[in-house]
T-cell receptor, first 113, second 114 residues
Framework: KQEVTQIPAALSVPEGENLVLNCSFTDSAIYNLQWFRQDPGKGLTSLLLIQSSQREQTSGRLNASLDKSSGRSTLYIAASQPGDSATYLCAPSKGGSNYKLTFGKGTLLTVNP | SAVISQKPSRDICQRGTSLTIQCQVDSQVTMMFWYRQQPGQSLTLIATANQGSEATYESGFVIDKFPISRPNLTFSTLTVSNMSPEDSSIYLC???????????FGSGTQLSVL
């Protein structure tokens, strides 16, 4: 059974800082991994998707890396802004016919102005 | 991408009653998923709803408690039956579009059972 751990559980930083969120998973036989952002009352938004054959993906100030063999992924946020405040979730998938994702509990990020 | 409308956004219900949550997608999708997020916990998959076939439930979830309908490729409902306070959670529907491996989520239903 896949288990996903995200560290830290909560993080508070001043505006402008660069930061790293960590995700580890126990079953390295994944198909891909997604990072999501969750805002209260707004569901989840997919930020980045990394295929198992890829090492990293970038979108604007976000960069996600994947080390499949060691069961780790990181989300790097550059020049953080107050609008980045949210819960960040990682979710690896084994792919296949049902495309099931396993979610971590998330990291609650607060960026202070 | 896909735009998902989920209703209701929140509800407060009495023990023993049932609530049906609706999920409408702006495009046709094969696979729709229902998740539960209990307070302080991660999202847990309840079931996968495919059009034209019975929903596939994950371990720990049963059809009698969480019946699902999928009448067409753009709509699904999840019913939470005979509710107890332990059912107080956020329920989310999500879809995977044919051309994109990303998952898209509705805004969720915040359910409180008294």
């Amino acid at each position: 059974k896949q288990e996903v751990t995200q560290i830290p559980a909560a993080l508070s930083v001043p505006e402008g800082e660069n930061l790293v969120l960590n995700c580890s998973f126990t079953d390295s036989a994944i198909y891909n991994l997604q990072w999501f952002r969750q805002d209260p009352g707004k569901g989840l938004t997919s930020l980045l998707l990394i295929q198992s054959s890829q090492r990293e993906q970038t979108s604007g100030r976000l960069n996600a890396s994947l080390d499949k063999s060691s069961g780790r992924s990181t989300l790097y946020i550059a020049a953080s802004q107050p609008g980045d405040s949210a819960t960040y979730l990682c979710a690896p998938s084994k792919g296949g016919s049902n495309y099931k994702l396993t979610f971590g509990k998330g990291t609650l990020l607060t960026v202070n102005p | 991408s896909a735009v998902i409308s989920q209703k209701p956004s929140r509800d407060i219900c009495q023990r023993g009653t049932s609530l049906t949550i609706q999920c409408q997608v702006d495009s046709q999708v094969t696979m729709m998923f229902w998740y539960r997020q209990q307070p302080g916990q991660s999202l847990t998959l309840i079931a996968t709803a495919n059009q034209g076939s019975e929903a596939t439930y994950e371990s720990g979830f049963v059809i009698d408690k969480f019946p699902i309908s999928r009448p067409n490729l753009t709509f699904s409902t999840l019913t939470v039956s005979n509710m107890s306070p332990e059912d107080s959670s956020i329920y989310l529907c999500s879809v995977r579009t044919p051309s994109n491996e990303k998952l898209f989520f509705g805004s969720g239903t915040q359910l409180s059972v008294l």
